[in-house]
């Protein structure tokens, strides 16, 4: 296997890790999946802003590991779940099992994808 890049975040490609002001709610096909006060917010340069879940605020019965990776030079190798329920909704959640020393924040954390789930941030 090739050797993969490993990239640092600079000032042209910055990535901030900060904690999410209020309260992150994740609901699939209407039922909520995580609840979590304890949310972190990445911000990777121009890209959308992601909301990082800590696994305990998730319904973790909930959620099925894939096959599916994926790998980013800023981050690490990211692993999948799918959401069951009555429907099965695939690949919609993404975590780093060990994440790079600039994002290591967010180990132990899920994010979902926002057109696979419906993310609401709350004044707390």
């Known amino acids: 296997m090739p050797e993969r890049p490993v990239k640092e975040p600079t000032a042209e490609h910055p990535i901030t890790v ?15 999946i995580a609840d979590s006060s304890a949310a972190l917010t990445l911000q990777e340069s121009t890209y959308p802003a992601v909301h990082y879940i800590p696994l305990r605020d998730v319904d973790r019965e909930r959620l099925r590991r894939t096959d599916t990776s994926t790998y980013c030079p800023y981050k690490g190798e990211a692993g999948y779940y799918s959401v069951v329920g009555a429907q099965t909704v695939e690949d919609a959640v993404w975590f780093y099992a060990q994440p790079y020393p600039a994002v290591a924040a967010i180990a132990d954390h899920v994010a979902f994808y926002p057109d696979k789930a419906v993310i609401t941030v709350t004044a707390e």
């Open 18 to 32: 900060t904690p999410t002001a209020g309260r992150v709610v994740v609901r699939v096909d209407g039922e909520v």
